[in-house]
């Protein structure tokens, strides 16, 4: 268990909450060593509320729990951001957010799907239709890469905006999948990217 400085502030330390899927910041608050080690114990996010004077679990009267999926210390231990999975919205007001925002961040979606065909390879449960991609070999995943990039390309040109974006759609999972079968994942694609911006595309 990491060592925490409660002493800073009079025995608490301020606690980010992030979602662990979409990285949206919830909710700011505060627990002291007790809180922690609740939180710790029950994997449910557990402050100390300086209102009522004593612990609170999130959720424990809505059910909109806070389900912890990583802790980690800022580098002078006084500080925590706890990444979770949320149960429903965050706020007392009813928003997903303590600041009123919507807790989406679609592109974050393309590592769940990463993560979910990486769970298919690895399986390879019958009926799917990604076990059936990997089973067809390299060479057919390839060439189906190709056929959806010639669709996309048809309804950028002479289609409509919603085939578009479905043949794009399509696009995109054939790629992760064709990726996967080579061992690599969405994220390095995103890596080449910012390096190239980096190191090329400010210049342009």
Request: glycine letters at 6%; charged letters at 30%; hydrophobic letters at 35%.
């Amino acid at each position: 268990m990491m060592e925490l400085d409660f002493d800073k502030m009079s025995g608490l330390v301020p606690a980010i909450i992030q979602d662990n899927e979409t990285r949206k910041v919830l909710m700011l608050g505060f627990m002291n060593k007790e809180a922690y080690d609740k939180t710790v114990e029950t994997g449910k996010v557990t402050f100390f509320s300086r209102t009522k004077n004593r612990l609170w679990t999130k959720g424990e009267e809505s059910g909109n729990f806070l389900n912890v999926v990583s802790i980690k210390a800022d580098c002078d231990n006084d500080t925590l951001l706890i990444q979770v999975n949320p149960v429903g919205p965050v706020c007392h007001t009813g928003a997903d957010t303590c600041w009123g925002e919507k807790n989406e961040e679609p592109v974050m979606f393309l590592k769940l799907l990463q993560d979910f065909i990486d769970k298919r390879h690895e399986e390879m449960p019958e009926g799917s239709y990604t076990t059936s991609l990997f089973e067809s070999g390299i060479n057919k995943i390839a060439q189906k890469v190709g056929e959806e990039a010639v669709e996309t390309v048809i309804e950028a040109t002479n289609g409509t905006d919603d085939r578009l974006i479905y043949e794009g759609s399509d696009l995109i999972y054939h790629l992760i999948v064709l990726l996967t079968s080579k061992g690599y994942r969405i994220e390095d694609l995103a890596r080449e990217l910012q390096e190239r911006h980096s190191s090329t595309w400010k210049k342009h």
